[in-house]
């Protein structure tokens, strides 16, 4: 069955870096955008970045602009996100999900805690 | 951006009621491109709804979705015990993807 399995999460320091990958299976994964969603702790949903199937189209929300890094090998079906420059707000629970005019699946999420 | 408005934030109803989640957009949205999730706690998101009306695999006939233009609807005909979860919708019309805040169904 189609699976995303995320995995990189972990406590660092502010200013620190971190790198978050996605396992996929069961689809073809090269036919797909895929993106990252985010949730911090006790609150919603927000989308984060998303990549074309072949990797030429990228886009991010302002929030992470300039500092995290949305990138894919199709050969490997996987999905990284690079995040640099991290703040205290970007502590959350980090979803990739596949694409197709709605997220479905969802993986069960890493959590990217960011503290001193 | 365009911003999604969610209401109620939250909603306290019975098993066996009907539930009607509202969701606003700031300007108009695609059918073809408005979902809806359902989240339990400490689960991921699942999908419902896709093309503001169209249930997702697995998803029972209960859940329905309608709506147009800027103004879309959840609609859960009869409540089961499973069903009081955080609903939120989401649109993927602009290049900058956003979800509602969420609406939260309880038990009343």
């Known amino acids: 069955q189609v699976q995303l399995v995320e995995s990189g999460g972990g406590l660092v320091k502010p200013g620190g870096s971190l790198r978050l990958s996605c396992a996929a299976s069961?689809?073809?994964?090269?036919?797909?955008?895929m993106s990252w969603i985010r949730q911090a702790p006790g609150k919603g949903l927000e989308w984060v970045s998303y990549?074309?199937?072949?990797?030429?189209?990228?886009n991010y929300a302002d929030s992470v602009k300039g500092r995290f890094t949305i990138s894919r090998d199709n050969a490997k079906k996987s999905l990284y996100l690079q995040m640099n420059s991290l703040r205290a707000e970007d502590t959350a629970v980090y979803y990739c999900?596949?694409?197709?005019?709605?997220?479905?699946?969802w993986g069960q999420g890493t959590l990217v805690t960011v503290s001193s | 951006e365009i911003v999604l408005t969610q209401s109620p934030d939250t909603l306290s109803l019975s098993p066996g009621e009907r539930a009607t989640l509202s969701c606003r957009a700031s300007?108009?949205?695609?059918?073809?491109?408005l979902a809806w999730y359902q989240q339990k706690p400490g689960q991921a998101p699942r999908l419902l709804i896709y093309?503001?009306?169209s249930r997702a695999t697995g998803i029972p006939d209960r859940f329905s979705g309608s709506g147009s233009g800027t103004d879309f609807t959840l609609t859960i005909s009869r409540l089961e015990p499973e069903d009081f979860a955080v609903y939120y919708c989401?649109?993927?019309?602009?290049?900058?993807?956003?979800f509602g805040q969420g609406t939260k169904l309880e038990i009343k």
């Open positions: 999900a596949k694409e197709v005019n709605s997220f479905d699946p």
């Open positions: 069961g689809f073809t994964f090269s036919d797909y955008y």
């Open positions: 990549i074309s199937s072949s990797g030429t189209t990228i």
């Open positions: 300007q108009s949205v695609s059918s073809t491109y």
């Open positions: 093309g503001a009306s």
């Open positions: 989401q649109q993927f019309v602009s290049s900058r993807y956003t």
